[in-house]
């Protein structure tokens, strides 16, 4: 009897709990005053804009910084560059280069690719195998070990 109980109260109360979302269209049932929007009332006078507390007036560049500078484009030679750079600056002009590099390695990787692609079709044209290479190499030390058995052979006969 006591499990039928529970089984109706659990009913009822999900049923009125359904009926709540229905009634006023929201999952939260503890709140159903709307929100105040605050009107925040114009500044009379515009401010100046903040100016950030981490944000330095002027940077003064390195060697690799000039070179980055005229490398990215900012300016024509280092003599332009002035004695106080913005970060700003800097930064935009270290990813420039950043960028740039990357595209003359992309394009050195496809090159490379290229030339060996190249040089195994020219081997294979030659009849050339790592595996003909490997066997070869592999007789070889197997004739050197050969001959060191044989001196060493030939040192003990006469050692005798």
């Given at each position: 009897m006591n499990f039928v109980r529970s089984r109706l109260s659990i009913g009822n109360f999900i049923g009125q709990r359904c009926g709540q979302v229905t009634e006023t269209w929201s999952l939260r049932g503890m709140c159903?005053?709307?929100?105040e929007v605050k009107a925040e009332p114009l500044p009379a006078v515009p401010a100046q804009e903040p100016r950030a507390g981490f944000r330095l007036p002027g940077y003064r560049p390195s060697n690799l910084d000039r070179k980055m500078l005229v490398w990215s484009g900012r300016f024509k030679t280092a003599d332009q560059i002035p004695e106080l750079v913005s970060f700003e600056m800097i930064d935009a002009a270290r990813n420039k280069v950043r960028v740039k590099a990357c595209y003359v390695m992309m394009a050195t990787t496809i090159g490379a690719c290229?030339?060996?692609?190249f040089l195994g079709k020219r081997s294979v044209g030659r009849h050339e195998s790592l595996t003909a290479q490997n066997m070869e190499k592999k007789a070889r030390w197997r004739e050197e070990l050969q001959r060191e058995k044989e001196a060493a052979l030939v040192l003990s006969e006469k050692a005798q």
């Open positions: 159903n005053k709307p929100q290229l030339i060996m692609v």
